[in-house]
């Protein structure tokens, strides 16, 4: 007996809606492991070309403006051409991206190159993330979120794991690279037909989700922004505190560690519980959590322990906040408000290393968990504004 969908749906049996998601998770956790692979990998062969780590840095920084520049164009272009065909497409072009990476040794080039494979990138996940949020059974879609958080995440571990065993010479990691890419589209190609239509509600411009959900858009704001900033700047910190820097690296561990076990955890809540009032627990422990971190001192068991506890809390960020908005929106604005949401977290991924590396410059390290809280503080602000309306998210 098909279970119920949507009303914007088409009718989909049992089988053939998790097969959907299967395809969509597949799809997006063989991209998570490519790039775990590539970004060390791009910036170690831009060293061994005798590029300077500044020029480095201003490369890599036209990942994050590809991303806000495409999403607001991804949900347009997949009402014209469909949903699986051009997720299809845009793995197929961040594959041959990925190889061209280690053809092409004019460093102006990468830039275009840069701009073009993390735009794909960025498609893939809007419309991955699309595709699992609206096949997800309503009862269980918070379930659904946590479980496609925890492999994303697993996947983005695998690659620096490869990349380790593997290293940066020669063709090899970018052959792979390419390959692992390659078989990311077979999952679309085989349950293209489980691909939801782009109708249903009512069509609203992409700009208009940021006012009409801003407790999910901000939670990938300021869950980008702690995130890519602690993955960065963990290890810096540690330093400064007085730790060796084997151990320091083992800050961004726990933090990761902690993303990983709480994903499903979280999922499941948000299937129980009103979204938004875990979504402002979650900030207010993040907020907590970082005013604790230079009370741990140098003690890298405490600062571990807190950082698995707190980093896997503030995860329910992202995994809670795409489970609202699922809930809430369908079909083109379903699209278009997880593409809301991708731009958010891409610019909290500019803004949030930015500001911590600023706050370590002080050369006081407690200014970097400072500054986190200060993210989470704007949140708050946000969500008691907007946690007693009903129309609100």
Known sequence: MPEALPPHLPLLSTSARW????????????????????????????????????????????AGIASVAVTPFVTPLAKRVGTARLAFWM???????????YVIEAFWAWFPLRIVFHGAVTATFVLSEFWINALAPAGRRGLVMGIYATILSLGFVAG?????????????????????????????????????????????????FFLIAPMATLAGFVFGSVE????????????????????????????????????????????????????????????????????????????SIL?????????????IGLTHLGARFTGAN?????????MMYSLGMLA?????????????????????????????VVAYRRMYKPEGV
Request: charged fraction near 5%; glycine fraction near 12%.
């Open 228 to 303: 890519s900033g602690a993955m960065s700047l963990l290890p810096i910190y540690g330093v400064h505190i007085g730790l060796e820097p084997g151990n320091a690296a083992l800050l961004v561990s726990a933090f990761v560690g902690g993303n990983v076990l709480m994903q499903v955890p979280l999922g499941l809540l948000a299937d129980r519980f009103e979204r938004r009032q875990l979504l402002a627990l979650c900030a207010l422990v993040g907020l907590f959590g970082a005013l604790a971190i230079p009370f741990m001192g140098n003690s890298l068991p405490a600062l």
């Open 160 to 208: 620096p794991v490869m990349f380790a065993a593997i290293g940066s010479l020669g063709a090899l990691p970018f052959a792979i690279g390419t390959a692992i890419l390659f078989l990311a589209a077979l999952p679309v190609l085989l349950a293209r037909d489980t691909s939801p239509p782009l109708d249903g509600g009512h069509d609203r411009p992409f700009i208009r």
């Open 91 to 101: 793995v197929i072009v961040s594959a041959l991206c990925f190889y061209l990476f």
């Open 334 to 342: 379903l699209a278009s408000a997880n593409a809301a949401f991708a």
């Open 352 to 380: 949030g290393p930015l500001a911590m590396g600023a706050a370590l410059d002080t050369g006081y390290p407690p200014a970097m968990p400072w500054t986190i809280a200060g993210f989470f503080v704007l949140y708050l």
């Open 307 to 319: 950082l698995v506890a707190w980093g896997g809390i503030i995860a329910g960020l992202y995994t």
């Open 19 to 62: 097969r959907g998601l299967a395809a969509a998770i597949s799809t997006i956790t063989a991209v998570g492991i490519a790039l775990g692979l590539g970004l060390p990998l791009l910036s170690l062969l831009l060293e061994q070309r005798g590029i300077s780590p500044a020029w480095t840095g201003i490369n890599t920084a036209f």
